[in-house]
């Protein structure tokens, strides 16, 4: 499918309708959330591919969208991005009101939607060169300067002089970015990044990613892939046939689906009595195996002393050790279903 770049390119050609850039609050005065949205809803005749979305992007963080195929991602950053028209329910970003301020938001906004629109005949440089001189507001005196410095960004210097066609999927998806990166961001929505790289492209966009972040700009990035998420995202949201199943802080997320107690031991039945009795609940007995879920914290029962209590009732550990919780675990918690991969 054709990919497209949205920057200045699709805002407007005639600067019409466009308001100083100051009007968008920024600094000491920016808005809390980059993108808010309230009960969005998008209906294709009878699918519903958004359902009553209500979804908060904190300024600064790196957020994940995630959701297997279908779940309504790419329909929700058309919307945010002005693109399409919601059936109903509202969206803001950047504090402003979509689609209706498109024009003056999305100057401040690089996306990166289904890959980069590329011209294969031109080189990677002077796909760029087009890109800005597309962007009313880029001063041409400095348009070489700036394409140069948005490929050094993405490790492409080497290659600007190869036609686009020569580059691989990666070096094609790095050359989106850096159209993206033209001008200095304050959103950069990117759309399965990482889509169809090998894990070394992956790791090349997902170190880019952490570091565009770590200088301010907020990062909202969709991806069916629940490892990226956690490895690149501050926060996300989980999204399932339409409907937003949770958001927050990643960490909160995973700790949300806290890891099982696992016990390994020959003496399984009293191991499970010593368990039930300090608070370990949802026991489950194999062959030699007790799992369980550990007492919260409020209990001020530690693993250790779950540990020392087992030894001391004469039970043999031979293995003790709680399983770390992923985002996974959150999700299958969350929704009883695995997770689609495939794509
Ligand atoms: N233009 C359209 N007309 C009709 N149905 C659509 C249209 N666009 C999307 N849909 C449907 O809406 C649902 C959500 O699609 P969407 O592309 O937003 O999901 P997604 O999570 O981005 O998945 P993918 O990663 O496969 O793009 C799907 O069932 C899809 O078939």
Same mark, same amino acid.
Request: net charge neutral; charged share 20%; aromatic share 4%.
């Given at each position: 499918?054709?990919?497209?770049?949205?920057?200045? =390119?699709? #805002?407007?050609?005639?600067?019409?309708?466009?308001?100083?850039?100051?009007?968008?609050?920024?600094?000491?005065?920016?808005?809390?959330?980059?993108?808010?949205?309230?009960?969005?809803?998008?209906?294709?005749?009878? !699918?519903?591919?958004?359902?009553? &979305?209500?979804?908060?992007?904190?300024?600064?963080?790196?957020?994940?969208?995630?959701?297997?195929?279908?779940?309504?991602?790419?329909?929700?950053?058309?919307? *945010?991005?002005?693109?399409?028209?919601? #059936?109903?329910?509202? /969206?803001?970003?950047? %504090?402003?009101?979509?689609?209706?301020?498109?024009?003056?938001?999305?100057?401040?906004?690089?996306?990166?939607?289904?890959?980069? =629109?590329?011209?294969?005949?031109?080189?990677?440089?002077?796909?760029?060169?087009?890109?800005?001189? =597309?962007?009313?507001?880029?001063?041409?005196?400095?348009?070489?300067?700036?394409?140069?410095?948005?490929?050094?960004?993405?490790?492409?210097?080497?290659?600007? %002089?190869?036609?686009?066609?020569?580059?691989?999927? %990666?070096?094609?998806?790095?050359?989106?970015?850096?159209?993206?990166?033209? !001008?200095?961001?304050? &959103?950069?929505?990117?759309?399965?990044?990482?889509?169809?790289?090998?894990? !070394?492209?992956?790791?090349?966009?997902?170190?880019?990613?952490?570091?565009? /972040?770590?200088?301010?700009?907020?990062?909202?990035?969709?991806?069916?892939?629940?490892?990226?998420?956690?490895?690149?995202?501050?926060?996300?949201?989980?999204?399932? !046939?339409?409907?937003?199943?949770?958001?927050?802080?990643?960490?909160?997320?995973?700790?949300?689906?806290?890891?099982? *107690?696992?016990?390994?031991?020959?003496?399984?039945?009293?191991?499970?009595?010593? &368990?039930?009795?300090?608070?370990?609940?949802?026991?489950?007995?194999?062959?030699?195996?007790?799992?369980?879920?550990?007492?919260?914290?409020?209990?001020?029962?530690?693993?250790?002393?779950?540990? /020392?209590?087992?030894?001391?009732?004469?039970?043999?550990?031979?293995?003790?050790?709680?399983?770390?919780?992923?985002?996974?675990?959150?999700?299958?918690?969350?929704?009883?279903?695995?997770?689609?991969?495939?794509?």
């Amino acid at each position: 499918m054709p990919g497209r770049y949205l920057g200045p =390119a699709v #805002t407007t050609s005639s600067g019409e309708g466009k308001v100083p850039s100051t009007s968008i609050s920024t600094g000491g005065m920016a808005t809390e959330s980059v993108i808010e949205t309230d009960t969005l809803t998008k209906r294709y005749g009878k !699918q519903l591919a958004v359902d009553q &979305l209500s979804l908060t992007v904190p300024a600064g963080s790196v957020f994940g969208f995630l959701g297997p195929n279908g779940s309504g991602k790419t329909t929700t950053i058309r919307m *945010l991005m002005g693109l399409i028209e919601p #059936t109903s329910g509202r /969206a803001r970003v950047l %504090g402003r009101p979509m689609p209706r301020d498109t024009r003056s938001v999305l100057p401040h906004v690089g996306a990166l939607i289904e890959g980069p =629109a590329l011209y294969g005949f031109l080189s990677g440089r002077d796909n760029l060169l087009r890109y800005d001189a =597309a962007d009313p507001t880029a001063d041409p005196r400095t348009r070489r300067a700036r394409a140069e410095s948005a490929l050094d960004r993405v490790g492409l210097t080497a290659a600007a %002089g190869k036609k686009a066609k020569a580059y691989s999927l %990666g070096m094609k998806q790095r050359l989106g970015l850096a159209a993206a990166l033209l !001008q200095p961001r304050r &959103l950069l929505v990117l759309d399965e990044p990482t889509n169809g790289l090998d894990p !070394q492209g992956m790791r090349e966009i997902r170190a880019l990613i952490r570091e565009l /972040a770590s200088e301010g700009t907020t990062v909202f990035l969709s991806s069916h892939l629940l490892d990226e998420i956690e490895q690149v995202c501050t926060h996300a949201a989980v999204m399932a !046939q339409g409907r937003l199943i949770t958001q927050g802080p990643v960490a909160e997320l995973a700790a949300g689906a806290r890891g099982r *107690l696992v016990v390994t031991t020959p003496d399984t039945g009293d191991a499970a009595r010593v &368990l039930k009795e300090l608070g370990v609940t949802d026991l489950v007995v194999t062959e030699d195996r007790v799992t369980g879920e550990p007492p919260g914290a409020e209990t001020g029962m530690d693993l250790a002393e779950l540990n /020392a209590a087992l030894v001391g009732a004469g039970v043999r550990v031979r293995g003790f050790g709680v399983e770390r919780a992923s985002l996974e675990d959150a999700f299958v918690a969350l929704t009883g279903e695995g997770f689609d991969v495939a794509g």
